[in-house]
T-cell receptor
């Protein structure tokens, strides 16, 4: 297993265009998360899936954002009518339902991210 | 509403000395705390975690201390090595039913050879 894969790694687009990011989680993980990170900030939660069900969405996820995980495996995050404020690193992470870590924490494994620049 | 705070944006420590990174939180419902490390152009990687029922957890050179009454935790790295230079994020999660991690803003640690 190669870990969590994200594609593309970098995307430059013009304001108003649509973009789509793909995430392939660790195969045995049933939970998948999307986070956004801007300069000088920590990762901010956007949404998460358990299998194909989207269980929680942040208020940061405006109507222009949509995420899917149709077969409970890979996921896509689409941003419609991009704005300059959407420029950020979009991070995908996965975990399984069994709490891990030495203390039993829900350990998320992150991908390298997809960097979006909106001109 | 910043529920997890890392008030030091940066920290420089000499190689071989102890690095201490601090984190404060406001949500008393948090029951697990995690530290992640991030190198440039990579995603955050898990380092160590602690349950709220413990006050210390140790893994090799890394030790996390939790002071629940002060809503404060710290990560100690000893001895510090050049490869420890990275951005460190503190994160927290609440009990089952709310599985996301809430992250702090990070502290950039630089180890000086």
């Amino acid at each position: 297993d190669t870990g969590v894969s994200q594609d593309p790694r970098h995307k430059i687009t013009k304001r108003g265009q649509n973009v789509t990011f793909r995430c392939d989680p660790i195969s045995e993980h049933n939970r998948l998360y999307w986070y956004r990170q801007t300069l000088g900030q920590g990762p901010e939660f956007l949404t998460y899936f358990q299998n194909e069900a989207q269980l929680e969405k942040s208020r940061l996820l405006s109507d222009r954002f949509s995420a899917e995980r149709p077969k409970g495996s890979f996921s896509t995050l689409e941003i419609q009518r991009t704005e300059q404020g959407d420029s950020a690193m979009y991070l995908c992470a996965s975990s399984n339902a069994v709490r891990q870590g030495d203390s039993g924490a829900n350990v998320l494994t992150f991908g390298a991210g997809s960097r979006l620049t909106v001109l | 509403d910043q529920q997890v705070k890392q008030n030091s944006p940066s920290l420089s420590v000499q190689e071989g000395r102890i690095s201490i990174l601090n984190c404060d939180y406001t949500n008393s419902m948090f029951d697990y705390f995690l530290w992640y490390k991030k190198y440039p152009a990579e995603g955050p990687t898990f380092l160590i975690s602690i349950s709220s029922i413990k006050d210390k957890n140790e893994d090799g050179r890394f030790t996390v201390f939790l002071n629940k009454s002060a809503k404060h935790l710290s990560l100690h790295i000893v001895p510090s090595q050049p490869g420890d230079s990275a951005v460190y994020f503190c994160a927290a999660s609440a009990p089952f039913g709310n599985e996301k991690l809430t992250f702090g803003t990070g502290t950039r640690l630089t180890i000086i050879p």
